[in-house]
């Protein structure tokens, strides 16, 4: 007898919504477990290619066997990508970093990402994962997982696999504290048509990120200085600062 295969399907809010509206997934829903992620948005496919121009340059590299996205290299907090060939392996800078900086200035992401209805809902799929951001493990370095286990299905899976975990049970309003979940993003006009006018073909990438950070307020760009310049001090000094500088 043929065992039915079963397949886990992983993506982002918007991709899993996409999936369950197909035929294929209607015909058969018990063949797949859907997981999606807590999702801050997409940026533009511009950024992520004039980023590894950038990181060819400082490499030495054209090519890579791996890319880690977010790897806590630097610590959970201090994610940067890890790019792995194999002669060398090199990990982006904790601070002042192209890619995250212009990332987290919220101008170039997906127009769909500003104010997307499948972010901010548990409607489709089976499980949503993501980090665990927010004040209880604020001074975590290693990271911490959050799970919402949202059909039956998905609560089987689960009660399979937390015998290898270290569980802690909590509201779901503590876990979206931190998340995008809910909230409607917004951008810059000014800024982002400079983005996307600038981050294509030979443009090189640190003169429009440099170019680009000027454009936000003085204040802004003060707090990030001083964040850059908090990274680089022991963890007894940076979390009390990290925290009052959160407080501007």
Known sequence: MELKKK????????????????SKYKRKPDNYLLVDIFCHGCPSMKLWKSYLKYMSKRT?????????????????????????????????????DPFYDIF???????EACYD???????????????DYWGEKYDTNTKGVSAVVVKTPKGMEIFEAVKNRLNVEEVTLNHILAAQSYGKTH?????????????????????????????MFPLKSRIKKQLKAIVKC????VYFPIKKLIHSI
Not at 104 to 110: A, E, P, R, T, V
Not at 189 to 198: A, E, T
Request: charged share 25%; hydrophobic share 25%.
């Open 7 to 22: 397949y886990a399907i992983f993506g982002t809010p918007c991709q899993i919504y996409g999936f369950s509206q197909t």
């Open 233 to 236: 001090c022991p963890k007894s």
């Open 186 to 214: 917004f951008y810059n006009r000014q800024r982002r048509r400079f983005l996307l006018q600038n981050m294509s073909g030979d443009s090189d990438l640190k003169e429009v990120y440099t170019t680009y950070m000027k």
């Open 60 to 96: 030495g590299c054209s090519e890579y066997d791996k890319v880690v996205f977010r790897s806590k290299t630097h610590a959970w907090h201090e994610y940067c990508f890890d790019f792995i060939s194999k002669s060398k392996q090199y990990s982006s800078k904790k601070s002042k």
């Open 104 to 110: 987290f200035g919220m101008d170039i992401m997906n």
């Open 116 to 130: 997307c209805n499948s972010r901010s809902s548990m409607a489709y799929g089976d499980i949503r994962l993501g």
